[in-house]
């Protein structure tokens, strides 16, 4: 039974570029976390999704950043013009149901030139 | 408020000693506290959970004991061993939805010397 899957683990972007992350929830769970996490520090919320649904996006930042869990494929974090400040560690994390404990994916490492 | 606060950032400990990782919250509406293990380049596993209607919870070699009234909670690893070695996080989240916006202590670094 594969856990949560995030795709690339690296992903290397030039400052203005686009940066896609992807993560498939672990099978039979359609409950979707984004987190981020900055070098020597914990893990920061970002959002929260259901299928075709963002529950709690209180953690994103206004402008740039995107997420969505379409009914069909994995959800994507979207980030637009990419800048220095957003290199980091992105984890998707994913639950059966909302009262169920996290599983993590191992994250996309985002490096920003 | 919804910070958690852990203690200490590094912690080195001998092989078979005890390991404790102390984290508080100020958020009295917190009801699920687990703690995540991370190695390098992985993501956290869950370690162990506790609610707040019990005051200590046992799996194995780890222990989390919870103090409602002083609002802290800590992480106990007895016979410490080094493959112990990782990142720690405590965590909080609210309400009934207790697998939902999980917020994390900054991490400790635990070394276990052989």
């Known amino acids: 039974n594969a856990g949560v899957m995030q795709n690339p683990r690296h992903l290397v972007r030039r400052r203005g570029q686009e940066a896609r992350l992807r993560c498939s929830p672990m099978?039979?769970?359609?409950?979707v976390y984004w987190y981020r996490q900055l070098p020597e520090e914990g893990l920061k919320f970002m959002v929260y999704l259901q299928k075709e649904n963002i529950i709690d996006e209180s953690g994103m930042p206004k402008e740039r950043f995107s997420a969505e869990f379409p009914k069909e494929g994995p959800s994507i974090l979207r980030i637009q013009q990419v800048v220095r400040g957003d290199s980091a560690a992105y984890f998707c994390a994913s639950s059966q149901n909302k009262n169920s404990p996290l599983h993590f994916g191992n994250g996309t490492r985002l490096t920003v030139t | 408020q919804q910070q958690v606060k852990q203690s200490p950032q590094s912690l080195i400990v001998q092989k078979g000693g005890i390991s404790i990782i102390n984290c508080a919250y100020e958020?009295?509406?917190?009801?699920?506290f687990p703690w995540y293990q991370q190695f390098p380049g992985k993501g956290p596993a869950l370690l162990i959970a506790i609610r707040p209607d019990v005051s200590e919870k046992k799996e194995g070699r780890f222990t989390i004991s919870f103090n409602k009234s002083a609002k802290q909670f800590s992480l106990h690893i007895m016979d410490s061993q080094p493959g112990d070695s990782a990142t720690y996080f405590c965590?909080?989240?609210?309400?009934?939805?207790?697998?939902?916006?999980?917020?994390f202590g900054e991490g400790t670094q635990l070394t276990v010397n052989p």
């Open positions: 965590a909080a989240s609210l309400g009934e939805t207790s697998g939902s916006r999980l917020t």
């Open positions: 958020n009295t509406a917190f009801d699920y």
């Open positions: 099978k039979g769970h359609s409950h």
